[in-house]
């Protein structure tokens, strides 16, 4: 996709701050700072040189260094007193929100609320969004993860799974991650043989073991667990924020009904969650998480008998 | 060949911050490069056109000013007639410099994957060019720490705005309690809970503040009103955050299962094959659908409110159950 004028044009009045702070700079080094190739930078040098104040004469435009841009080196001579702007209300709110977040979550390293510190000054209407704490997971356990992750090694975990069983497993942990404002700690299971996205509040006891980790961090993304069918669940539009909640759900919602579609890893969380909007739901299939839900809500009312 | 945009909204930049005064729209067309001045000697049906290219050309780079971040100030000068001009202040536009140390810098970029694929994106990404700016050290993820939400709101970039501006947002709701309405409220902030947003403010049909969660919106949130229309309060009052008492639910679990209840709970012994638990709660919805999800494994015992929901809600999902199977809740 082409890049969105507003994202270049941010980019463009950043070189020139850039060089105003650096005096100069090479082709590759902008390139790094900003996140773009090197043809980029070059493209991007070649815009501002065009650009300047009406009339468009020699001194009305930003200008560079000619000698040194032939030797990718990077030096403004006139900026036209144009630099970067402050963030919009937009920016502000992506920045600040996102590590409020990660501040709420209790495993934040101390440069997220520094850094939280600055940006808010910085912006001088930094109550524009907040964040709420779900509570922090055990500080020692998040400890001993943090610290296997930089050694690379290890954990031996007794872990409460998805199940509600107590399980032993040693992991490969690669990551602390904060999803939803609930902390996880993303692995490899040995015992799965698999990679895991494990909830480090559902973690018992955490032991840092002697063994290297072998595997690489999973780059595809969100969790690994492998759907087995696909579900259709239509409900009144009560039940809409649940259903919502489900990976990888698609919902058609006409005002009155929602209808979901899901793939399902495993029928028993799923039919679990269902009995939770019970009054709202109209129809449940395939048959196979039908009689789950029928026989998880049976087997509630016998409890309750 | 045309103007390369980026070089177009440059231009205009440059002039409206070299301007003295202000430049109208006229002045904007025949003065800065990437616009087309009028053609001499047009027919009226070629003015139309160039004049209607113009303004639609010159409206799009205006929004374009704003999602940069650029305060675009309208100067009306009477000596002119009403005919509008404008003007750009650097001293309002400048980014200030903030010294980011690299873990401060490494931080930051969470926004990059916190954000991604929600309309906030590419507003993350542009944040982060900005700080760029003005550090030495370049945003890059930090090693062995994340952040990501499952279902961001297209809301919140339309309040964030107009919160800015002061102007009141109007959207379709739908809450448990009231039903379905359209409300119209000054935002005073955003909240964000377990990942879902939140539109704290304050409700003008009900006069009183009112916290919406953004995922009970439908369609879309449309700023209206003029701008600088409210005030937000300072301190913002902590509506709603007087929260019900705590109160405790006794319930049981079976041997090796309820681990989270347990671990919020406090054993109080047995009763044949259950484990009691005193569990704290405000919100009699938590115990509720902890002790459904357990399907059969727990109990509520009291209190009996709670309990009778629990039924209410199994019986209802095994109606629907059996239904979609085509067998009846009879047998």
Request: net charge negative; with cysteine; proline share 6%.
């Amino acid at each position: 996709m082409a890049e969105k004028t507003p994202a270049r044009v941010t980019r463009l009045l950043g070189i020139v701050t850039y060089l105003e702070h650096h005096d100069e700079a090479t082709v590759a080094q902008l390139a790094a700072h900003f996140d773009v190739s090197e043809s980029q930078i070059r493209k991007d040098v070649t815009t501002l040189w065009m650009s300047g104040a009406p009339g468009y004469l020699h001194d009305d435009l930003i200008d560079f260094d000619a000698d040194a841009f032939d030797r990718d080196i990077i030096r403004l001579t006139d900026s036209q007193g144009v630099s970067q702007v402050r963030l919009s209300p937009r920016e502000a709110v992506a920045l600040i929100g996102a590590l409020t977040t990660v501040a709420a979550s209790g495993i934040a390293p101390d440069a997220v609320s520094t850094a939280l510190d600055k940006l808010v000054a910085a912006v001088g209407d930094g109550e524009a969004v907040r964040s709420v704490s779900l509570g922090a997971p055990d500080p020692e356990i998040v400890g001993t993860l943090r610290a296997a992750i930089a050694a690379g090694v290890v954990v031996d975990l007794a872990y409460v799974d998805a199940n509600d069983n107590l399980t032993e497993r040693t992991i490969e942990p690669h990551r602390l991650v904060v999803i939803d404002g609930i902390t996880y700690v993303e692995c490899w299971c040995r015992r799965a043989q698999d990679y895991r996205t494990l909830r480090i509040d559902r973690i018992r006891t955490a032991t840092q073991g002697a063994d290297a980790v072998a595997t690489k961090p999973d780059t595809s993304g969100g969790f690994s667990l492998v759907p087995q069918f696909e579900a259709v669940i239509t409900a009144a539009r009560p039940a809409r924020w649940l259903l919502d909640t489900f990976p990888g759900v698609s919902v058609d919602d006409d005002g009155t009904t929602v209808t979901a579609r899901f793939g399902v890893a495993d029928a028993r969380v799923i039919a679990a969650q269902l009995l939770t909007i019970g009054p709202h739901v109209h129809t449940i299939a395939p048959p196979q998480l039908a009689h789950e839900v029928a026989a998880q809500a049976h087997a509630v009312l016998d409890a309750q008998a | 060949m045309a103007v390369d945009p980026a070089e177009r909204l440059l231009n205009l930049i440059i002039a409206l911050t070299h301007a003295r005064v202000r430049m109208t729209r006229a002045q904007i067309r025949s003065s800065v490069a990437g616009y087309a001045p009028p053609t001499p000697g047009r027919s009226e049906d070629e003015a139309r056109r160039e004049d209607a290219a113009f303004e639609r050309m010159f409206e799009r780079d205006k929004d374009e000013l704003r999602r940069i971040g650029i305060p675009l100030k309208t100067v009306v000068d009477p000596t002119h007639g009403d005919e509008i001009g404008y003007k750009i202040e650097a001293s309002d536009a400048a980014m200030p410099s903030i010294e980011f140390s690299p873990a401060e810098m490494a931080v930051l970029a969470l926004a990059r994957e916190y954000w991604q694929g929600a309309t906030l994106g590419p507003d993350a990404q542009q944040g982060l060019t900005k700080v760029a700016s003005t550090a030495a050290a370049a945003p890059r993820s930090p090693l062995g720490l994340g952040a990501r939400a499952t279902s961001l709101s297209d809301a919140t970039a339309v309040i964030a705005e107009a919160r800015a501006r002061r102007q009141a947002v109007e959207f379709d709701y739908t809450s448990e309690s009231t039903g379905h309405a359209t409300r119209t409220v000054e935002p005073w902030h955003l909240l964000i809970r377990g990942g879902a947003e939140y539109l704290v403010g304050f409700d003008r049909d009900k006069q009183a503040p009112r916290t919406y969660r953004l995922r009970r919106v439908h369609g879309d949130v449309r700023a209206i009103g003029p701008a600088d229309s409210y005030e937000i309060p300072d301190p913002v009052p902590s509506q709603g955050s007087s929260p019900p008492p705590v109160k405790t639910a006794r319930v049981g679990v079976r041997p090796e299962a309820g681990h989270v209840l347990r671990e919020q709970g406090t054993a109080v012994g047995t009763e044949g094959d259950w484990d009691l638990l005193d569990v704290s709660y405000r919100y009699a919805d938590y115990i509720r659908d902890a002790v459904l999800s357990l399907g059969g494994r727990a109990r509520v015992l009291a209190p009996t409110d709670i309990a009778d929901r629990v039924v209410e809600y199994a019986q209802s999902a095994r109606e629907a159950a059996l239904a979609s199977l085509g067998e009846s809740s009879d047998g």
